[in-house]
Structures are given as C-alpha cells and as structure tokens.
C-alpha cells in the first residue's frame, strides 16, 4: 500500500518556462564556471519539538486517575517550539562556515544582507575562491 502525497501542480506553461530556465543555465553554466558557483540556502530546525497527546500516554497499577500524582499526568510546554535558523553555502571548491541566524531577528532584505552575507557567507566564500564567483540563492543568481 502506498500514501499519496501532495505536490505542486504544474501547467504545460509552467513547465515550459521552467524547461526555457534549465536550457538557458545550462548554456552559460561552463566548467569553469560551475566550480566557482556557490548555492545557499537556510534551514530551520526545531530544537524542542512539541508533545503529541496522543502519543504520550502513562502507564499506572492504579484503579483511578486521581490515584496517580499529577506531576506524572502533567506536561509542561511553552507557547512556541523553540527553533534555530542556519545558512551556509556550497559550491565544487568547498562549503562556507554556518551562520546562525539570531533567534530574534526579523529577518528581511536588510537583515540577510547584513549579517548572513557580509559577516557571514562572502568573507569564506571570497576566501575559497577569490573575487571571481557566482552566487545562487534559492534560484536567484548573482554575479559578483
């Protein structure tokens, strides 16, 4: 038995376009080039992940609820799972140092530029290969 799962639908001009994209990467993307490309791209991962009620169940030789001590049957949670946000980046050559995005950040164009690129990503990247590289992030490319 298989589950179905969902996935993104595409029309016959959705692909198409994305066909057009993949050609014209592949006509500017030489070997010289590819080795000197760098892909990023952030990840979030839960640190403290939230209880499912119902899987959390206690066993007890008891005959009644009330026999059991509430420290047992109680849980306590926060309100938000607690989560981290991480960047790094790749390329043929080597990977970047990760940048741990701050928990309270806001995290928008000024932001990413900021701290993720300036004080994070670009100094090991031009480290690794010099000032002649491109840098992808999430299908946005820029030549620097």
């Given at each position: 038995m298989f589950?179905?799962r969902?996935?993104?639908?595409?029309?016959?001009?959705?692909?198409?376009?994305?066909?057009?994209?993949?050609?014209?990467?592949?006509?500017?993307?030489?070997?010289?080039?590819?080795?000197?490309t760098?892909?990023?791209?952030?990840?979030?991962?839960?640190v403290?992940t939230?209880?499912n009620?119902?899987?959390?169940?206690?066993?007890?030789d008891?005959?009644?609820?009330?026999?059991?001590?509430?420290?047992?049957?109680?849980?306590?949670?926060?309100h938000?799972?607690k989560s981290?946000?991480?960047?790094?980046?790749?390329?043929?050559?080597?990977?970047?140092?990760l940048v741990?995005?701050?928990?309270?950040?806001?995290?928008?164009?000024?932001?990413?530029?900021?701290?993720?690129?300036?004080?994070?990503?670009?100094?090991?990247?031009r480290?690794?290969?010099?000032?002649?590289f491109?840098?992808?992030?999430?299908?946005?490319?820029?030549i620097?």
């Amino acid at each position: 038995m298989f589950q179905r799962r969902e996935v993104q639908s595409l029309t016959a001009a959705n692909k198409l376009k994305r066909l057009n994209a993949c050609k014209r990467l592949k006509k500017c993307m030489t070997r010289g080039k590819v080795s000197r490309t760098w892909f990023s791209d952030e990840k979030m991962f839960t640190v403290e992940t939230p209880s499912n009620s119902q899987n959390d169940r206690v066993y007890a030789d008891v005959k009644a609820k009330c026999d059991v001590s509430p420290s047992r049957l109680l849980t306590p949670r926060k309100h938000f799972t607690k989560s981290v946000m991480i960047s790094v980046a790749v390329s043929k050559l080597s990977k970047t140092s990760l940048v741990f995005v701050q928990s309270s950040a806001k995290v928008n164009s000024v932001y990413y530029c900021d701290h993720v690129l300036k004080n994070g990503l670009l100094p090991d990247i031009r480290r690794l290969s010099g000032n002649n590289f491109t840098f992808q992030q999430d299908g946005t490319k820029t030549i620097v």
